[in-house]
């Protein structure tokens, strides 16, 4: 059996061959049986060497047949082939002549058009989408709407606004033409010219969200203020104009104005409470926010529609409820994070829950069961077992666990501070030093590696004004650390001066009251001769820190 199209080829053969009164007489002369048989012939030739890709015997074949009847429908099989083959120039020629064989077509036309426009002739473009538009008065609109586009590929951005001016002008009543000036002009650079355009189509239909949001786009490369006043206006306006609200929203988050955004995101939910494209940044905001139960009433909802990551919706969700103390909730979010970014992540809290519920072993066995496929994840795996082991009280396979890690990603900068402070806690000063050094050489300016040199240094009260130096370094880069400041008011107390060293841990108590900095402020209180204030400040962190070892252990050095 043939392919569909070539018994459509075929039918048209026999009718393009001559045109009905010349075959009659053809008839008569004998000579309609010859043309219709060549017809048929070229046809055939045509589509069978298109079928086994040859180009250029089909292209030969079809543009003889074009050429020798002159039929509309040859004429664009023709251009077309020519198109195909690269042919611009022959496909140009044979559309003209379809166009002027057929000249209501719209189809030569728009073939004709796309072909100048690829060719880059300009000058000779204008009337045919003037012809184009004049046609087609019922699309008219959406004609002028999408002419920016059709224009798209023409580099001469000047020339593409002179020539859509020109298309534009018997149309000026609407507020489409208006419209497509505007686009023209942005991509010519002419900004003043957009904004003029598009406030015209604004005052001819007051409500279209489309042009009122483009008119805020212009304004905000000038003035936030201005696109803000204008948007927040127009919505106010129309209040069931969702896109501008929308893009409201978006303008107020990429200033910062979350709270603003929220209220804007809460108008548009309310109105379609299941779109996962506004219940995803609506929750989002709202956890900005801290309305977390906001939050979490949007992610769950999110989870009854078709958004597709529900792996990070849960991931969320198990954030929220490991925050509120929701351990088993936690957890069960994070076990249907079964892929993505967040996976490892979802991996290494699922073990420190696991840990949390006293199922110690089941959580080193999870994270040994995870493959992370990244240099990043397979530290973030390791970081994680170590933090286990040392919750567990077996601070020496931590270390041992990080030392090994470090033998395959010896300058990964987490994992040589971490094994830094671990070798800290099992008293290997010199294999702390050397990992921290090793890290400030990669990082000079990673100011929790000098706060943990430097400090320490200051608590065994040895190499003191280096201490300080590396103390007052991390200081400069991170004033309000609270962790920084301890260690400097540390430093300051074992170099003897108690006034500067009191105020500077006040000063990080006030900011973060963390038992170990009450654990210092106290002893300088002590020394200072102010007791009472020790005690009060030492038993009030042990009521809320109860197994704190360095609270304990200054505790039981002045008040045993």
């Known amino acids: 059996m043939l392919p569909k ?48 890709g040859d180009a250029r015997l089909a292209l030969e074949a079809w543009a003889d047949l074009a050429e020798r009847t002159g039929d509309p429908q040859a004429l664009a099989r023709a251009t077309e082939i020519a198109g195909f083959a690269g042919r611009n120039d022959l496909a140009l020629a044979l559309a003209e002549r379809w166009r002027q064989a057929e000249p209501e077509s719209t189809r030569a036309r728009q073939a004709e058009a796309a072909l100048l426009i690829q060719a880059g002739r300009i000058d000779e473009l204008g009337p045919q989408l003037a012809a184009l538009l004049a046609q087609d008065k ?34 000026l009543d609407l507020p489409e033409a208006h419209f497509a000036l505007t686009q023209a002009a942005l991509a010519a650079g002419q900004e003043p010219r957009a904004l003029t355009s598009v406030e015209q189509a604004l005052r001819l239909r007051p409500d279209w969200e489309i042009a009122a949001i483009a008119r805020a786009q212009i304004q905000s490369r000038q003035s936030n203020t201005k696109a803000f006043e204008d948007l927040q206006a127009f919505v106010k306006r129309y209040p069931e104009a969702r896109e501008a609200r929308l893009a409201l929203a978006r303008l107020l988050i990429g200033e910062k104005r979350y709270d603003e955004a929220l ?14 494209a506004l219940l995803y940044p609506g929750a989002m905001l709202a956890l900005q926010q ?34 509120a103390g929701e351990k088993d909730k936690a957890l069960g979010h994070f076990q249907q994070v079964t892929s993505g970014e967040r996976y490892v992540a979802a991996r290494a809290r699922s073990a420190q829950l696991l840990l949390e519920l006293g199922r110690g072993e089941e959580a080193r066995a999870l994270l040994h069961e995870t493959r992370g496929t990244t240099p990043g994840e397979r530290t973030q795996l390791v970081l994680s077992e170590a933090q286990l082991l040392r919750e567990a009280g077996r601070h020496d396979e931590a270390y041992a666990t990080l030392d090994k890690a470090l033998t395959t990603q010896p300058d990964d900068p987490e994992l040589l501070y971490d094994a830094a402070l671990s070798a800290e806690r099992i008293g290997k000063h010199e ?20 706060n943990a040199l430097g400090y320490s240094l200051a608590d065994r ?100």
């Not at 919706?313 to 925050?323: N, R, V």
Request: with cysteine.
């Open 5 to 52: 199209k070539i018994v459509v080829a075929l039918s048209l053969a026999s009718c393009l061959a001559l045109p009905p009164a010349a075959f009659a007489q053809a008839s008569r002369d004998g000579v309609a049986e010859d043309m219709v048989a060549r017809s048929v012939f070229q046809v055939l030739l045509g589509e069978f060497a298109l079928q086994r």
């Open 138 to 171: 019922e699309n008219l609109p959406g004609n002028l709407l999408h002419l920016n586009r059709t224009l798209a590929r023409i580099q001469d951005k000047n020339a593409v606004l002179e020539l859509v001016d020109r298309l534009t002008a018997p149309y």
């Open 263 to 276: 209220g804007h995101y809460d108008a548009l939910i309310k109105a379609s409470p299941d779109d996962p």
């Open 290 to 323: 801290n309305q977390r139960e906001i939050g979490r009433d949007r992610l769950e909802r999110l989870l009854k529609t078709p958004f597709p990551d529900r792996s990070t919706i849960h991931f969320l969700l198990g954030q929220i409820a490991q925050e």
């Open 431 to 450: 294999q702390m030093e050397t990992w921290l050094k090793r890290l400030l050489t990669l990082q000079p300016d990673h100011a929790h590696a000098l």
């Open 461 to 560: 009260n040895i190499r003191l004004p280096e201490a300080e130096t590396l103390i007052g370094r991390a200081n400069k880069l991170a004033p309000e650390d609270p962790f920084i400041l301890d260690s400097l008011g540390w430093v300051q107390y074992r170099r003897g001066r108690i006034g500067e060293a009191l105020d500077t841990l006040q000063r990080a108590y006030r900011i973060k009251p963390d038992p170990e900095i009450a654990a210092h402020l106290g002893e300088v209180l002590w020394i200072a001769e102010r007791r009472d204030e020790a005690r009060r400040i030492w038993l009030e962190a042990r009521q809320h820190h109860p197994d704190n070892s360095t609270l304990a252990d200054t505790l039981k050095k002045f008040l045993p």
